[in-house]
């Protein structure tokens, strides 16, 4: 797919385009390829400003959530740039990151207690069990945290996606976070 600059966008992307390059600093490749939509550009800031505005969540919670939908979507390109921003910005320790990529129970009981329920939301197709709400709400969160979650799945599946239908070239800023999914553990017996 066409990574698009603001003379080859849309004209209906370029209002997005240019603010989520000003808002990066610079234009990410999935971000030129989002410009060839300008629903699936403008949907992209649109979530991504009403979550910066409103979550309930840190932004260290936020990036649990985000992280485990790469990881269950696959999604090597955003792996690489979430590790990147969280490694950045100092959201978590190098080893609870390293955890997070490779799917390993995280050591703050609130933010595993995040990590599972983002997880079960995510197999349980949003069908978690009152044990894994139970959970989920003993830990300090909400009925809005479980609603919220909803969002950030939406938001990783606009972009999770669209690396999978492009797949963009990993720009240089996050070739050190660079990720590719672990296969499977054997099963017994197989």
Known sequence: MKHHTE??????????????????????NVLRVFAGSPVLIQSYQAIADIIAKNSAFTAAEQEIIQVVNNVENDCGYCMAAHSTVIEMKGLLPADQLEALRTSAPLADAKQEALRTFALAIFTKQGRPSSCDIDAFKSAGYTDEHILEIVTHMAFKVITNYTNHLAEPELDEPFQAKAWTKAAPAPTAGG
């Not at 080859?8 to 990066?24: H, V």
């Open 7 to 28: 003379e080859t966008a849309p004209a209906g992307s370029l209002p997005a385009l240019k603010g989520l390059t000003e808002a990066f600093g610079w234009t990410p």
